[in-house]
């Protein structure tokens, strides 16, 4: 069974720094997704970015980017020019290719603070 | 209204009520969840359902009783919990493409 860590329980980051959230996962497929989640406090889950296991280019999306390393099974989110609203729970989950379904497992999560 | 609603959004019960959670996607989306999220512990998938027929049970007790009468309906049906059942129900919907989960807000249960 594929599993998803997150060594991180909390990080905090200067308004305006940058702050890398670590992710790693286990799992013997070569072909799966990979995505952060993001649950500000008392607010709906969103999702922040995805990747795809088969394309070697890291995703990004506006001020968030990944570093994928697939041999290292590694999946890290960078946030860049952290705002205030990036405070949230940071959630990375994986998802298998095999099946129809979208069944996610999830990493215990990083509560990320933003200081001003 | 847009994306996933759930209803109500807190709920708290005695251990002998019966009550029942409602999620609703207006994406279109084939596919349908129930996750339980506690204190201090990952995201727990509870069910499944792809165009209704559900796919998966993760060894849910039988005190929570799903329902998915259609593609965009999902119910999750409580009773005789136990107080550590309290949890934040997160309901859920994709379209089994790899894009992701659309998630709803949750319900906050609190069971007494």
Same mark, same amino acid.
């Given at each position: 069974?594929? $599993? ?13 720094? =940058?702050? $890398? ?23 709906? &889950?969103?999702? %922040? ?17 990944? !570093? @994928?390393?697939? +041999? ?15 405070? +949230? ?7 298998? !290719? ?7 497992? @999830? ?6 603070? %933003?200081? #001003? | 209204? $847009?994306?996933?609603?759930? =209803?109500?959004?807190?709920? %708290?019960?005695? &251990?002998? !009520? ?27 998938? &509870?069910?499944?359902? /792809?165009?209704?027929?559900? =796919?998966? /049970? /993760?060894? %849910? #007790? ?7 009468? !259609?593609?965009?309906?999902?119910? *999750?049906?409580?009773? =005789?919990?136990? #107080? ?5 129900? *997160? ?10 989960? @659309?998630?709803?807000?949750? $319900? ?5």
């Amino acid at each position: 069974a594929q $599993t998803v860590t997150q060594s991180q329980p909390e990080m905090s980051v200067q308004e305006a720094e =940058t702050v $890398t959230l670590s992710c790693t996962y286990d799992t013997s497929e070569s072909d799966y997704y990979l995505f952060w989640y993001k649950q500000p406090p008392s607010r709906q &889950m969103i999702l %922040v970015i995805r990747q795809e296991a088969y394309k070697q280019q890291n995703a990004t999306e506006n001020r968030f980017s990944v !570093n @994928f390393q697939k +041999a290292a099974k590694s999946f890290s989110l960078k946030i860049s020019d952290s705002q205030l609203g990036d405070a +949230a729970m940071y959630f990375c989950a994986y998802r298998s !290719n095999q099946g129809g379904s979208e069944k996610l497992v @999830f990493g215990k999560g990083t509560k990320l603070t %933003v200081n #001003p | 209204e $847009t994306g996933v609603t759930q =209803t109500p959004r807190h709920l %708290v019960m005695g &251990m002998t !009520n019966k009550k029942s959670l409602k999620c609703e996607q207006h994406l279109g989306h084939n596919a349908m969840y129930w996750y339980k999220q506690s204190a201090k512990k990952p995201l727990e998938l &509870m069910f499944v359902y /792809n165009f209704k027929e559900q =796919t998966e /049970n /993760n060894s %849910v #007790p039988s005190r929570f009783s799903p329902e998915c009468p !259609n593609s965009s309906h999902l119910f *999750l049906h409580l009773h =005789t919990l136990q #107080p550590e059942d309290s949890a934040l129900y *997160l309901c859920a919907s994709s379209q089994g493409t790899g894009t992701g989960h @659309f998630f709803g807000p949750g $319900t906050r249960l609190t069971v007494l």
